[in-house]
């Protein structure tokens, strides 16, 4: 089993709707989780973290964390073209290096 | 945020012959480099941890005589490809983490092509 799961998509949703990307983990993950946003051709850009069991919002993204059915999600609420991009869900691998271990990314388009 | 830079941001070399990447943070002391791959349309892979003033801990299947790490500095790691080849073509990105185990920053990647 792979420590954090995506699915790869694509994930198409219209604009102006609510865009929703998840992500399971294993057991070797810790509680820390981490959504980047990567366009093609640059590097990831981190959005939101959570490390709490709940949900956190940050303007118009709320990151939900499931402890215990493991899992993890990103809602994207009014969704816009610019947010079409790969979405890569981290969690820090609790081995004995503190490493990022990603997922293979979902890729979101917001269709007009 | 804090921010970390690469240079050069594109390079193109031949076969054979070795480059050398360039990855500072400009703001904050980076106790922590990581060093990733990304292939097209693929995820990031991770190659090698670097601790400033210690020899970097390479990924299983990464080989570190070809992919030299040195983090001298706490404000400087760099990556040396080695005898680049065709397959080496890839997207570089290196990543900063200060004393804040959940706080990492990446750069903006260097794009290698080797001919």
């Known amino acids: 089993q792979k420590e954090v799961e995506q699915n790869s998509g694509p994930l198409s949703v219209p604009e102006g709707a609510i865009a929703s990307l998840n992500c399971t983990y294993s057991d070797r993950v810790s509680q820390s989780f981490f959504w980047y946003r990567q366009y093609s051709g640059k590097s990831p850009e981190l959005i939101m973290s959570i490390y709490s069991n709940g949900d956190k919002e940050d303007g118009r993204f709320t990151a939900q964390l499931n402890k215990a059915s493991q899992y993890v999600s990103l809602l994207i609420r009014d969704s816009q073209p610019s947010d079409s991009a790969t979405y890569l869900c981290a969690g820090l691998y609790t081995g004995t290096a503190s490493k990022l271990t990603f997922g293979t990314g979902t890729r979101l388009q917001v269709t007009l | 945020g804090a921010v970390v830079s690469q240079h050069p941001s594109w390079v193109i070399c031949k076969s054979g012959t070795s480059v050398k990447i360039e990855c500072r943070s400009l703001?904050?002391?980076?106790?922590?480099m990581f060093w990733y791959r990304q292939f097209p349309k693929q995820s990031l892979m991770l190659m090698a941890t670097?601790?400033?003033?210690?020899?970097?801990?390479?990924e299983q299947g990464v080989e570190k005589d070809k992919f030299l790490i040195n983090h001298a500095s706490l404000t400087l790691s760099t990556l040396t490809v080695t005898s680049a080849h065709p397959e080496d073509s890839s997207f570089y990105i290196c990543?900063?983490?200060?004393?804040?185990?959940?706080?990492?920053?990446f750069g903006p990647g260097t794009r290698l092509t080797v001919t």
């Open positions: 703001d904050f002391q980076a106790t922590t």
């Open positions: 670097s601790n400033e003033g210690s020899k970097a801990t390479y």
């Open positions: 990543s900063a983490r200060g004393d804040r185990l959940d706080e990492q920053y």
